[in-house]
Structures are given as C-alpha cells and as structure tokens.
C-alpha cells in the first residue's frame, strides 16, 4: 500500500476502533517519548479528530530525548485544535519507588519500571478523561525481537503501528511532515541514564533485524533468533495453568 494511503487506512482503523466501542471513548491518551514511533502514532491520532492527550512524562531523562519530545509536543498543538498536551514530571514518584525498592535493586528491572510508572500515569489519564491508551509498538519490536516495555507501553488498549516496520514508520514519518530531528534521531527506548540506543542494546540495527526476520539466510538471522527467544514469553499468551475437570 502506498505510504500515503496507509497513513489514511490507519487514521481509519482507529476512528472506526472506537465507533465500534459498545461505550464509544472520549479520547486517546498517548505518550510522546520524542521518538518516531510515538511521534507517528500521535499525529495519526491527531488526525481523526478525537481528542487526543498527549503526555510528556520525563523520567531522569536526556535532555537531547526530552527536547524532541517537547518539540513534538509543540508541534502537535501548532497542528491540530483536537490535541491537549502535558508535561507529568515523574522523577519524584520514579525515586520513592526506587527507594522503597532499595532491597531489591535490579537495573534492568528498575529501567522497564519506568515505563510501567508512565503505563500506569497513561492510564491514570485516560480513565479521567473517558479515553483509551494508544500504544506505539511496531512490527519488529512487537512480533519480531519483543524489545519493549518502551515509553509508555506497559500496557495499551489499541496499537495502531504494530503491523508497520520500523522502516514504515519512518516512511509514515515523513509523509506525515514529523520534524527532521525525530526522524534522524537514533532510536532509543529512553530507559537508561547513559542514553543508550535500541541498536546498541539489539547488537542489530533496525534495517539488519528486518532483513533478518524475512530472511533465513540472512548473516544476521542467527542473532536475530538468539534475540527474539530471550523474549519469546513477551509475545506469546500468559500461561494458564488448565485444571482438569
């Protein structure tokens, strides 16, 4: 599908999502990291003229992260009337949960805390405003390698890019007119005090993941696999212990 129509048929696919809600949403509430894939999701959102709330939630977070972030977010309200934006600092909330935690301290598990702190916000917000929390998974990180409890999505209600490459995201990024800088920036999940970048903590770039996920031979495909079993549970049901009758 052209890149154009897809940003249409995905506009759609929400808007005709909630019409068909039996309680019909009031709105879509979403966090904007700075990054494509929120970025593209909000403005998607944006587009079907629901209202949209789009949440800043900085987190001990890299100025140069949070910069975009707040560009976007100006960039959002510049654009559309149906948008509200907010900036919900969670540094305070992150450190008492750090502290109480102290006995158990695990950075890797601290660093997706942050993201199920700004799920849990997400849903705070879309409970108050009768809405529903819109993911900004894709394709490779949702289905393909499972890197994710990214900014925000702990846990949505819909995932409008989850069946769009990273490659296609950036396509629609740019159809879409999302400022340079946010398609240019080395994509990062926002997690880690360094700053470190998804294809630094994958070993893999984006465009090596996807090669390798459609293709057997690829070079790359016994690391994509070594990768995509590590977080195999993430993308399969919650077990369920079946209790015979």
């Known amino acids: 599908m052209e890149v154009s129509k897809k940003t249409i048929f995905i506009k759609d696919w929400i808007l005709n999502y909630v019409n068909s809600m039996s309680k019909k949403a009031q709105s879509l509430v979403i966090g904007v990291s700075g990054g494509i894939d929120s970025s593209v999701t909000s403005t998607l959102c944006a587009m079907t003229g629901l209202k949209t709330i789009a949440l800043c939630m900085p987190i001990k977070q890299i100025p140069s992260q949070y910069n975009l ?15 509200e934006t907010y900036t919900i600092e969670l540094d305070e909330v992150f450190k008492s949960f750090q502290s109480k935690l ?49 900014y925000g999505d702990g846990g949505v209600d819909i995932s409008p890019i989850a069946d769009c490459t990273k490659t296609e995201v950036w396509e629609l990024g740019k159809e879409l007119k999302i400022l340079e800088e946010i398609i240019k920036a080395q994509p990062t999940d926002g997690l880690w005090e360094d700053g470190r970048t998804d294809e630094k903590q994958l070993g893999l770039t984006y465009e090596q993941i996807e090669e390798a996920m459609s293709n057997s031979n690829s070079k790359n495909r016994l690391k994509y696999e070594k990768i995509r079993k590590l977080n195999l549970h993430k993308m399969e049901s919650i077990p369920v212990c079946k209790i015979p009758k």
Do not use: P
Request: charged share 25%.
């Open 69 to 83: 972030s707040l560009k976007h977010k100006e960039w959002l309200e510049e654009k559309f009337k149906n948008v």
């Open 102 to 150: 102290s006995k158990f301290d695990n950075s890797h598990g601290m660093a997706n805390s942050r993201a199920r702190i700004r799920m849990t916000t997400l849903y705070q917000v879309a409970a108050a405003n009768n809405g529903i929390v819109v993911g900004t998974g894709n394709k490779v990180e949702d289905f393909g390698v499972g890197f994710f409890t990214k």
